[in-house]
């Protein structure tokens, strides 16, 4: 069975819940090896320490997301150091910059309420801050950018980094940038995300990131297959369609196609670069 890897997804987040006995059928169907879940605020890192005692399979990283920036509380940064210390094998994320959310998201999204956005230049310190403990603690970090990889980069140039160097999940940045991100230590996640029409660009990426800086996750409960990919399909939620974690093998084949590789060597080639940057 090949060794599959998902570098990115998030097991804890309610739209899984009921499915749980499900997605774990699946994944020992797809034999899952490991799986990079990620916490994004305060109230999740238990969560997900609690889910990884719970499952062998899970590796925890805990974090405060951009989009929860905003909402952390004054002794967020010590708790979060605290978490780290409890569990020596926990990364840092899923953390990152995201000028979206300040700037392009509609006000009256849903997604908003109960929200304090963050401007770009407080999630720039917040991620400053979760850097400089991946880097004293040499965990890799989880980073999320939606439309500030330019301002990513100079905080990535001025903080501190984990010298076994740290993610840049589903990248979606521009072509150019990817050397100046690879010399500083990063990782390069695939999703099935990108094979959108409308991802085009991003999706070309991944023709020619290197191959020992190439990982592949899922991103589940979000960013589910197409229908005519989708192998693990599981009951739309109130938010929509629902990714299956186990979707992951879609996501590994899709990009063996894309490098024109084999899925074996995709998968061994993987497993390589999954155990460099988080084990």
Excluded at 24 to 34: E, P, V, Y
Excluded at 94 to 112: H, T, Y
Excluded at 153 to 165: Q, T
Aim: charged share 20%; net charge negative; with cysteine.
């Amino acid at each position: 069975m090949l060794p599959l890897y998902d570098a990115h997804q998030h097991f804890h987040f309610d739209p899984l819940t009921p499915h749980r006995a499900t997605i774990q059928a699946g994944l020992q169907a797809i034999g899952l090896r490991r799986a990079v879940v990620n916490a994004t605020n305060e109230e999740e890192w238990p969560v997900v320490a609690a889910l990884a005692r719970e499952h062998e399979w899970i590796l925890p990283s805990h974090g405060v997301h951009p989009w929860d920036c905003g909402n952390r509380t004054r002794d967020w940064l010590t708790k979060l150091r605290a978490t780290l210390i409890a569990d020596s094998g926990a990364g840092v994320g899923e953390i990152g910059l995201d000028r979206w959310i300040v700037d392009g998201i509609r006000p009256d999204d849903p997604r908003l309420a109960g929200l304090r956005v963050a401007p770009l230049d407080e999630q720039c310190e917040v991620f400053a801050a979760q850097l400089a403990l991946a880097a004293e603690f040499n965990r890799a970090a989880s980073i999320h950018c939606v439309q500030a990889f330019g301002a990513l980069l100079d905080v990535l140039k001025a903080a501190p980094r984990a010298s076994r160097g740290f993610l840049l999940h589903g990248y979606g940045g521009p072509a150019e940038m990817v050397k100046a991100f690879a010399d500083l230590g990063a990782y390069f996640s695939f999703n099935v995300e990108l094979l959108q029409p409308r991802m085009q660009a991003r999706l070309e990426n991944f023709r020619t990131i290197p191959v020992d800086r190439l990982l592949v996750e899922t991103d589940a409960p979000t960013k589910p297959p197409a229908a005519a990919h989708n192998r693990f399909p599981l009951p739309a939620g109130p938010a929509g369609e629902i990714n299956h974690p186990a979707n992951l093998i879609v996501a590994y084949e899709q990009l063996a196609a894309l490098r024109g590789i084999p899925l074996d060597t995709l998968a061994v080639q993987g497993e390589q670069n999954f155990r460099r940057l988080f084990l």
